[in-house]
């Protein structure tokens, strides 16, 4: 299959992009390398093409569609805070930007359109796990351009026949997760820090949990989203049903990494959700899912990949 991964340079899609041209199908990325990356591509690939561009703009997208069987849409202003702290920029990237690929989807009738959905569309619920079912509550602009998003998607296969899998991941973390920002992954901030000896700042008291997700596990799901028919066309949750508080995860880290780590707590960020954590059965069972790395496996794993790149850029 031909297929186009907007987003293929940052975290997630570039571990998606390894998985697709190893399953031998021709590869176009969509990206802006606004956090994604070149050097985390595959660059002299035969199967793989790079296209350097905006989803913002409505030609690129129809351009880099063209032909294609399938559409993986990964691009978008990932940090929940950074919405907070520019809703304007993120809505035109997050929703906007989803809304044009669709519109490319359906230009080129191209069915299969596989997309990053997210658990923040839940808020702060009552309710632990949360299934599919769950009353959605979404508390800043990044939830509601994903859940805005959803409901497009939903538009374009009721009216125009689209295939969709979407899938709302809780907290996916790994090897290639940028940590250069204060807005990156907490995973790839902590493990940064640790290992470069540097403190580091929990917002809240660190009870604040999550069900994380290791991206190997993510990619293997979403590939065989884009290879199978989708027998359902309803959002699915793709978590592991474990949940980790921070405080935790620092000790896990306090562990592995036999350092003392100089944390110091904060007031909570505006819209923070306190816990998330999924019910994962309508993954499960519909696609065959099931999780080949716990937690502390995945942790040990990352943790020694920023521990080579750091030896590398001395
Ligand atoms: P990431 O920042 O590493 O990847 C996003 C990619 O999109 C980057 O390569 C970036 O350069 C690109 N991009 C951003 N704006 C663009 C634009 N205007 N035009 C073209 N490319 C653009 O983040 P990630 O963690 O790999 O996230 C991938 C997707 O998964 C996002 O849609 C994110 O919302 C979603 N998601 C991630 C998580 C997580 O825990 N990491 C959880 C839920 C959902
Ligand atoms: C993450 C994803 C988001 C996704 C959501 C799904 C990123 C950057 N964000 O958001 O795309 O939709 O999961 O559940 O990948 N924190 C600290 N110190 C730090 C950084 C963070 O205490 O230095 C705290 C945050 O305040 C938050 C928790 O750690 O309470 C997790 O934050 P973060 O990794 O940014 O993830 P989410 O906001 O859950």
Redesign the pocket.
């Known amino acids: 299959m031909k297929i186009l991964v ?2 293929g ?5 570039s571990h998606l992009v390894d998985l697709l041209l190893k399953r031998e199908h021709v590869v176009i990325v ?7 990356k070149r050097s985390n591509l595959p660059l002299e690939h035969p199967q793989l093409k790079i296209i350097e561009g ?3 703009d409505t030609d690129t997208v129809f351009q880099a569609a063209e032909g294609c069987d399938a559409i993986v849409h ?5 940090s929940v805070q950074a919405s907070v702290d520019e809703p304007i920029g993120t809505h035109e ?1 997050n929703l906007v ?1 989803t809304v044009k690929l669709l519109e490319a989807a359906k230009q080129h009738s191209i069915k299969r359109f596989v997309f ?1 959905s ?2 923040a569309i839940y808020g702060n619920t009552e309710v632990m796990p949360v299934s599919e079912s769950t009353p959605l509550s979404p508390l800043t602009p990044y939830a509601a351009d994903k859940l805005a998003s959803e409901y497009y998607i939903d538009f374009y296969r009721r009216q125009y026949g689209l295939s969709p899998a979407v899938f709302r ?1 809780f ?2 973390f790994g090897p290639r ?2 940590p250069s920002s204060p807005y990156s ?1 907490v995973i790839s901030i902590f493990m940064q820090r640790t290992i470069n000896d540097q403190p580091m700042t929990v917002f809240g008291d660190g009870e604040q949990s999550r069900d994380f997700v290791y991206v190997a596990d993510l990619v293997q799901l979403l590939a065989d989203a884009v290879e199978k028919q989708n027998p359902n066309h309803l959002p699915m949750n793709v978590g592991n049903g474990t949940q980790t508080n921070l405080n935790q995860l620092l000790d896990l880290i306090r562990d592995f990494s036999g350092k003392k780590l100089a944390v110091s707590y904060e007031e909570s960020r505006l819209g923070d959700i306190k816990h998330s954590l999924a019910d994962n059965r309508a993954v499960c069972e519909k696609m065959d899912y099931h999780r080949q790395y716990p937690v502390a496996l995945g942790l040990r794993i990352t943790y020694d990949w920023y521990l080579t790149k750091s030896e590398s850029s001395i």
């Open positions: 907007t987003g340079g940052g975290f997630i899609g969509l990206d802006n390398f606004s956090t994604g905006d989803i913002r990964l691009a978008a202003v990932a990237v930007g990053a997210s658990a991941f907290n996916i997760q940028d992954g």
